[in-house]
């Protein structure tokens, strides 16, 4: 089993930053990749950002240029740095994890991002 427990939502203002959390536990292995999708009210889950073992990295459009994904191995920790962060930016956002074998798919709890003024 694998848990990811996510922290660093809340309420920001238009153009303010958050950096959200995703740490690991449990039997990780064979980690291919994690990342973050996002559920807006009323909209579905998207695609944000992931990242690969191998280092690559991939964006929504909606998102490029403003949020940084990056990772800690060490730490078998994942970041979400969210910059200038606009009203479409509000959701709940999920840390997922990917395996290469195996069990293949571990969620996070989701953590609310609520950008408003």
């Known amino acids: 089993q694998v848990q990811l427990v996510e922290s660093g939502g809340g309420l920001v203002q238009p153009g303010g930053s958050l950096r959200l959390s995703c740490a690991a536990s449990g039997s990780i292995f064979n980690v291919y990749a994690m990342g973050w999708y996002r559920q807006a009210p009323g909209l579905q889950r998207e695609l944000v950002a992931g990242?690969?073992?191998?280092?690559?990295?991939n964006y929504a459009d909606s998102v490029k240029g403003r949020f940084t994904i990056s990772r800690d191995n060490a730490k078998n920790t994942v970041y979400l740095q969210m910059n200038n962060l606009k009203p479409g930016g509000t959701a709940v956002y999920y840390c997922f994890l990917e395996r290469s074998i195996g069990p293949r798919l571990y969620w996070g709890q989701g953590t609310q991002v609520a950008v408003s003024s």
């Open positions: 990242t690969t073992s191998g280092g690559s990295t």
